[in-house]
């Protein structure tokens, strides 16, 4: 199996096809499993990167050092690959890697997905938001609002293969992925704006986490970002409507991939 000893972490990866890479990252909800619609669909024009986030499938590392680490192990693990740049996809959490990528490796990036994630674009509107979604969700865990209300009744197979895979993550600390602290009132639209490059934003239309509302202010906080809403899906798109994803993901790739950036 392939493991990757980097950064004080030992990350399960793999590869797949050949061409310009491509590198995903999954949502806290997942793991390298997650992304099983995709790779068939992306693999034949490029070498498609997936992998366990530390503490999350196959992967281990020290979980004390903060969510920040997601980043580094990022930059860290494309190092070990020898890749120099890569068009990114985040799902949620790994719009987290998506900062640190950004802050610390800007020139690694060619173009960037996100999807259910504002990768830290935010202002004062988006903190409102998240709130005002907190309330709505309730005393629920996240994981209860991972997928669309009824897609658990219209597709049972799909939504309990879903949970099978969240099921192969260990415990991870609480609060690892909390949000940053009342008072904190930085964003990350700058640095991804300096990127120059491509950015799509992909959310669902029942998305109780990451809501269209939300992903539209982030949006208009970067020049150029396009914003694509997939009906009938909630926060996990990528997995719930599959065909109309790889769509919009696989035309936005094919449009920017003669782009000079």
């Given at each position: 199996?392939?493991?990757?000893?980097?950064?004080?972490?030992?990350?399960?990866?793999?590869?797949?096809?050949?061409?310009?890479?491509?590198?995903?990252?999954?949502?806290?909800?997942?793991?390298?499993?997650?992304?099983?619609?995709?790779?068939?669909?992306?693999?034949?024009?490029?070498?498609?990167?997936?992998?366990?986030?530390?503490?999350?499938?196959?992967?281990?590392?020290?979980?004390?050092?903060?969510?920040?680490?997601?980043?580094?192990?990022?930059?860290?693990?494309?190092?070990?690959?020898?890749?120099?740049?890569?068009?990114?996809?985040?799902?949620?959490?790994?719009?987290?890697?998506?900062?640190?990528?950004?802050?610390?490796?800007?020139?690694?990036?060619?173009?960037?997905?996100?999807?259910?994630?504002?990768?830290?674009?935010?202002?004062?509107?988006?903190?409102?938001l998240q709130d005002e979604l907190?309330?709505?969700?309730?005393?629920?865990?996240?994981?209860?609002?991972?997928?669309?209300?009824?897609?658990?009744?219209?597709?049972?197979?799909?939504?309990?293969?879903?949970?099978?895979?969240?099921?192969?993550?260990?415990?991870?600390?609480?609060?690892?992925?909390?949000?940053?602290?009342?008072?904190?009132?930085?964003?990350?639209?700058?640095?991804?704006?300096?990127?120059?490059?491509?950015?799509?934003?992909?959310?669902?239309?029942?998305?109780?986490?990451?809501?269209?509302?939300?992903?539209?202010?982030?949006?208009?906080?970067?020049?150029?970002?396009?914003?694509?809403?997939?009906?009938?899906?909630?926060?996990?798109?990528?997995?719930?409507?599959?065909?109309?994803?790889?769509?919009?993901?696989?035309?936005?790739?094919?449009?920017?991939?003669?782009?000079?950036?």
């Open positions: 199996m392939p493991f990757a000893d980097v950064n004080g972490a030992h990350l399960y990866y793999e590869q797949h096809g050949h061409g310009p890479d491509l590198v995903f990252l999954h949502g806290a909800g997942g793991n390298h499993l997650s992304w099983w619609q995709q790779i068939p669909a992306f693999c034949s024009r490029f070498r498609c990167t997936i992998y366990d986030a530390r503490g999350w499938g196959r992967s281990a590392g020290e979980m004390g050092v903060g969510r920040f680490v997601l980043g580094t192990d990022l930059i860290a693990l494309l190092d070990h690959l020898g890749v120099e740049r890569a068009n990114i996809v985040a799902q949620s959490m790994g719009g987290r890697a998506v900062a640190g990528l950004a802050r610390l490796a800007p020139a690694r990036v060619r173009s960037l997905v996100l999807c259910g994630t504002t990768a830290g674009a935010t202002n004062d509107r988006v903190r409102e907190k309330e709505t969700r309730g005393d629920g865990g996240l994981r209860e609002h991972a997928l669309a209300p009824g897609f658990e009744a219209a597709q049972p197979a799909l939504a309990l293969l879903y949970r099978q895979i969240n099921a192969l993550n260990p415990p991870r600390p609480r609060g690892f992925l909390g949000r940053p602290p009342a008072s904190y009132r930085g964003s990350m639209h700058g640095p991804i704006s300096a990127l120059g490059v491509p950015v799509q934003f992909v959310v669902g239309e029942h998305d109780l986490i990451t809501s269209p509302a939300m992903i539209l202010e982030a949006q208009g906080l970067i020049p150029g970002a396009r914003f694509h809403e997939i009906a009938g899906a909630g926060h996990s798109a990528y997995f719930e409507h599959a065909a109309e994803w790889n769509g919009v993901v696989g035309s936005f790739l094919h449009e920017t991939a003669a782009q000079k950036h």
